[in-house]
Antibody
Framework: QVQLQESGPGLVKPSETLSLTCTVS????????WVWIRQPPGMGLEWIGF???????NYNSSLKSRVTMSLDTSKNHFTLKLSSVTAADTAVYFC?????????????WGQGALVTVSS | QSVLTQPPSASGTPGQRVTISCSGS????????VNWYQQFPGTAPKLLIQ???QRPSGVPDRFSGSKSGTSASLAISGLRSEDEADYYC???????????FGGGTKLTVL
């Protein structure tokens, strides 16, 4: 059974960096592609970026200048960093496993982590 | 403004068949597989339909997907109260080189 769990601060100050970790169990991060998706309160889903097992990343162009994703194979987790946050970055952040190439198939999801940007 | 267009709401009575549309373009739906997600309040989305019309293990056959040209549809037959949720379509977009989502449709079972 594949499981993902997000962790990180639930409150971040404006202009600071949001950092989240997604810990994977039941699968190896070296064998798949992984993604971060966010959902502002009461709104729809937005893709942030994905990270392949080879370490290759692809970020949403609207966030690209502020996003960094990385893989830690020793801990079987991957991370998200979003810099210079504003209130518009307040959202529930989900990590998920992505199947295939050129796909939007996300078969396993974490429960989500609410991150609020506020001073 | 989402890349894929869905109606914000849909409704039906128990036992009815309802459909939810998802409209895109030649850079996304036309040349790529469409997937559907079901989301209950406070929970993560769940993969409901993948690759246009494939149901992952455990998804009832009341749910079905189809695609034609630049549009796709999710159909739910034998509507049940527990189907009340938000539904999102998603596909790959060649222009942005990444996945794109619809704005979501809130399904109400009357």
């Amino acid at each position: 059974q594949v499981q993902l769990q997000e962790s990180g601060p639930g409150l971040v100050k404006p202009s600071e960096t949001l950092s989240l970790t997604c810990t994977v169990s039941g699968d190896s991060v070296t064998g798949q592609s992984w993604v971060w998706i966010r959902q502002p309160p009461g709104m729809g889903l937005e893709w942030i970026g994905f990270l392949s097992y080879t370490g290759v990343t692809n970020y949403n162009s609207s966030l690209k200048s502020r996003v960094t994703m990385s893989l830690d194979t020793s801990k079987n987790h991957f991370t998200l960093k979003l810099s210079s946050v504003t209130a518009a970055d307040t959202a529930v952040y989900f990590c998920a496993r992505r199947l295939g190439s050129y796909s939007a198939i996300f078969d396993y999801w974490g429960q989500g982590a609410l991150v609020t940007v506020s001073s | 403004q989402s890349v894929l267009t869905q109606p914000p709401s849909a409704s039906g009575t128990p036992g009815q068949r309802v459909t939810i549309s998802c409209s895109g373009s030649s850079s996304n739906i036309k040349n790529n597989y469409v997937n559907w997600y079901q989301q209950f309040p406070g929970t993560a989305p769940k993969l409901l339909i993948q690759s246009n019309n494939q149901r992952p293990s455990g998804v009832p056959d009341r749910f079905s997907g189809s695609k034609s040209g630049t549009s796709a549809s999710l159909a739910i037959s034998g509507l049940r109260s527990e189907d009340e949720a938000d539904y999102y379509c998603a596909t790959w977009d060649d222009s942005v080189s990444g996945p794109v989502f619809g704005g979501g449709t809130k399904l109400t079972v009357l």
